[in-house]
């Protein structure tokens, strides 16, 4: 059953710039994974240094057992403390309904 994750960031000002360019290569990378669903990163419109990545995967399993191990995350990873201001915020959701406009 596909999970969603919602992720919160809070950056160091000056790291803004490089915790970017490190989480577009992750995402970038996520694409082409199989059990990938989709992400979307947003700004937070009051602050330009808070984020929420908004994710949806086929398996939390496959999540926790393979793409967090995968080596295009290890240098995202490792910085992360550098990044932020706080620990960022992780919470995991099931999707209900989901509704797009018609064109």
Same mark, same amino acid.
């Given at each position: 059953?596909?999970?969603?994750?919602?992720?919160?960031?809070?950056?160091?000002?000056?790291?803004?710039?490089?915790?970017?360019?490190?989480?577009?290569?992750?995402?970038?990378?996520?694409?082409?994974?199989?059990?990938? @669903?989709?992400?979307? %990163?947003?700004?937070?419109?009051?602050? !330009? $240094? =808070?984020?929420?990545? *908004?994710?949806?995967?086929?398996? @939390?399993?496959?999540? %926790?057992?393979?793409?967090?191990?995968? !080596? $295009? =995350?290890?240098?995202? *990873?490792?910085?992360?403390?550098?990044?932020?201001?706080?620990?960022?915020?992780?919470?995991?959701?099931?999707?209900?309904?989901?509704?797009?406009?018609?064109?």
């Amino acid at each position: 059953m596909p999970i969603t994750y919602l992720i919160e960031f809070d950056v160091v000002p000056e790291q803004r710039d490089r915790f970017l360019s490190l989480l577009n290569g992750v995402l970038d990378a996520m694409r082409g994974e199989p059990m990938f @669903h989709q992400a979307t %990163l947003h700004q937070d419109p009051v602050s !330009p $240094y =808070r984020f929420m990545l *908004h994710e949806t995967w086929e398996s @939390h399993e496959d999540v %926790l057992e393979v793409q967090l191990a995968r !080596p $295009y =995350r290890e240098e995202w *990873h490792d910085a992360l403390p550098q990044f932020l201001t706080r620990p960022r915020d992780v919470s995991m959701w099931k999707s209900l309904r989901g509704d797009v406009r018609r064109s």
